[in-house]
């Protein structure tokens, strides 16, 4: 009997690791096809795209960085990248002066951070065209003061739509296709 209740443990933790790696690949597949699905446009004026390093699988302290580092000179216009509704405007330690915009459907959350400012009159709710200038390049947050950037990020939302909560999906190969 004791050995039937092994068994069927093993079983059991088995069922659940493999559905819990099915639930995460399928999870992987779905925000990059929803992300390369979308029509984007670059974020930083001036910068051209294949200049634009892959760091979304690089290291931080604790962490990995999941979002990509856009070099560019303190003050050069951000520009929203797709359509879709401003859910938040947020001063973060880490992230500095950012910003929160959902894809049209409320799918996948862009976030903009290490802002110098906010373009004039931006506020929270107000609905984004894809190209609408949303601030500058700085480096507010935990960003060196000597290596201004804007830190773009992309996650996939779950059912609650929480602006702060998702999936990060690597916006790198959509940022190469992305119009200037």
């Not at 951000?78 to 973060?92: E, I, N, Q, T, Y």
Request: proline share 6%; aromatic share 8%; charged share 20%.
């Amino acid at each position: 009997m004791h050995v039937a209740r092994v068994r069927l443990a093993v079983a059991c933790a088995c069922l659940v690791a493999c559905c819990g790696a099915l639930a995460q690949s399928a999870a992987e597949r779905i925000g990059p096809a929803l992300l390369a699905a979308r029509s984007l446009q670059f974020p930083v004026d001036g910068i051209r795209p294949e200049t634009v390093r892959d760091t979304f699988e690089d290291g931080r302290p604790g962490h990995r960085h999941e979002a990509l580092d856009i070099m560019a000179p303190l003050g050069t216009p951000v520009r929203a990248v797709d359509d879709g509704k401003l859910v938040k405007l947020f001063d973060s330690k880490p992230g500095g002066l950012t910003i929160y915009q959902f894809d049209p459907a409320g799918q996948l959350a862009y976030y903009y951070a290490h802002l110098d400012r906010y373009a004039d009159g931006l506020h929270e709710g107000m609905q984004l065209r894809r190209g609408d200038l949303i601030g500058y390049v700085g480096t507010t947050g935990n960003a060196a003061t000597v290596a201004p950037h804007l830190h773009f990020a992309v996650f996939m939302l779950g059912p609650e739509r929480q602006w702060w909560k998702g999936e990060a999906v690597n916006p790198h190969s959509a940022l190469m296709r992305a119009s200037r």
